[in-house]
């Protein structure tokens, strides 16, 4: 029997429904009956999900390897041998069939950022599956019918800070398209096979020996820098001094989906000479808005279309707070590259706050008062590394409780003095009542973030930080569905 089906019953914090008014959970022991992700209900919910009955079949093997980095070699762990992964790309509706052997010295599992997919191919271990030990292998299925730029990574202990990752594009028929190349840019910030593997600096961390000499102001005095100081910056899988280099022809429009895979870093992105027109966060399309250069937080995606002009122009990633770039070109034109230094313009040029991002009509949510509300206060500091939601650790026992068909507003706090990217499985949220439909958001020190979803995928789903370190460590808690 697996663990999942002992855990019937669970401790949960006690929410107070149906007023619409904020109302805190009070910490107490209830017992409830849980849709599970062994429930029938499961597929019930997946039988109703539109799909085009086409299936891709995928295979990873999570196994270590020596990766190029274009210069540094490093050895580190992979999904087939190289960083980031293989591409994934489906149309919506259309079935995922993926294979994961786990050819690594631990247990791992997949987990699919950004699709609302049926809760036991979430791959949270392990809570919606067991976790896949090391020679064993499972298989993911499930109809992809979140379209949008997603990505899949490990969830168990640091994995994602190491090379473990790669897209997942599930394109939209109903895209009106318009662009002439659709490129992917993933980042990442890099320290495993330097030295220094992740758990080594977990360890650090909790010992206190963390924290980034150099954190510098953004927007208001707020501080996006992060934790760990990296001996590199990655744009898929490539140091500035080697860039990856996207080819087109000048007046050409290009579609960037960029993708934040890095672990404790937020970075500043900019193409040289351009503005950038953004069309889509987290996988969900927003009403077009231009800017010089966005923030993107780990967990986060942002898709931008640009008209490019005609040279070779520098894509840049700024590491928040951490004074380095990661770096690729696009090249319409014959000349010489930007030296792997540049720091274009456009960085200090308009920066793209969330409260200008609208989502298109046929992603808002209809108004609705919440039926239930959890406030989620994140807690914790620097020095005790001791990371936590209301001013604790994560418990499995743990749950946010809520039932199907309820609206639900999650209201973060966050009472640090760190910035956090809180990320929701299986769900998208409305930020605020107008703004954008997200997986991920930034909550900087002191703010809120007002949360709305529809509860319409019903079982267990993580929510948490996506710094690696401060999830590790017990920021994060579980949405757990009411049988
Ligand atoms: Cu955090």
Known sequence: MST????????????????GLLTACTPGEIRAPLILPTSPRIGEVEARRRTTGRTHDFRFTAQAAQVDLGGPQVTTWTYDGSVPGKEIRVRAGDVIQAELANRLPADTTIHWHGLALRNDMDGAPPLTQDPVAPGDSFSYRFIADTPGTHWLHPHSGTQLDRGLYAPVIVEDPADPGGYDHDWTVVLDDWIDGTGTTPD???????????????????????TLGGDVRYPYYLINGRVPAAPVTFTARPRQRARIRFINAASDTAFRIALGSHRMRVTHTDGFAVRPVDTDTLVIGMGERYDVTVTLGDGIFPLIALAEGKGATALALVRTAVGTPPPASILPAELDGELLPYDRLTPVEHVRLPAKAPDVEHRLDLTGGMMSYDWGINGLPFD????????????VRLTIRNRTMMWHPLHIHGHTFQLGDTGPRKDTVIVLPGRIATCDLAADNPGQWMIHCHNTYHHETGMATILGYEA
Not at 4 to 17: C, E, S, Y
Not at 396 to 406: C, G, K, N, S, T
């Open 396 to 407: 499995h026992a743990q749950r946010l409780l809520i039932r199907e068909d309820q609206r």
């Open 200 to 222: 080594e600096v977990l360890t650090r961390l909790r010992q206190g020996a963390g924290g980034m000499g150099s954190r510098h102001g953004m927007g208001g005095g707020t």
């Open 4 to 19: 999942i089906d002992r855990r019937t019953f669970v401790r949960a914090g006690l929410a107070l429904a149906g007023t």
